[in-house]
């Protein structure tokens, strides 16, 4: 049985933020089904499963043996049952390294209102002040001009393009990578 090391929850204005639980599968389905035209612009290709509560229900299982392991956490941003933002910082490294990696996505109905700003601000002080990681870093399309923007106000630096790093939606793009540093270190 999972037993939660981290505590985590936010209230953002009036959406909750917090750990993706299995009760979420269905929502968390129909924000795919929702928001999918937008999202296959910056993601890889998904499986059409990922608009079904079933398979929602095998990845949040997952999520949740990872968060366990603390080799990644993931969040929902959440008003009235729906789903609003999915976030995930995974490939947790210990060591040398101490670092994760971040990706999100918000609905189409609520962007441009600040909420994946203050969500991963939220994200990234747990990131630091709980798990103390020394770094997390993200990646975005250069064309994404409202990631990029989202990274810049939370002060992530760029550190380099890398050509074709991702393949998104079946073409091999070229990615932006940046990094925001532990300030507490």
Known sequence: MFAPKYHFESFIDTYELRFMQTRDAQAIADFYAKNLHLIQKWEPKRHKSITEKSHW???????????????AFSFVLVKEKQVFAVIHLFAITRGSFDAGRISYALDADVQGQGLMHKALADILSFTFTQLKLHQVLAAYMPSNTKSEATLKRLNFKDI?????????????EDHMLTQLLNPFN
């Not at 229900?57 to 080799?71: C, F, G, P, S, V």
């Open 57 to 71: 229900k095998r990845k949040i299982k997952i999520a949740l043996d990872l968060q366990d392991k603390e080799e």
């Open 160 to 172: 380099g393009l890398a050509p074709k790093y991702l393949e998104i939606n079946g073409n091999w």
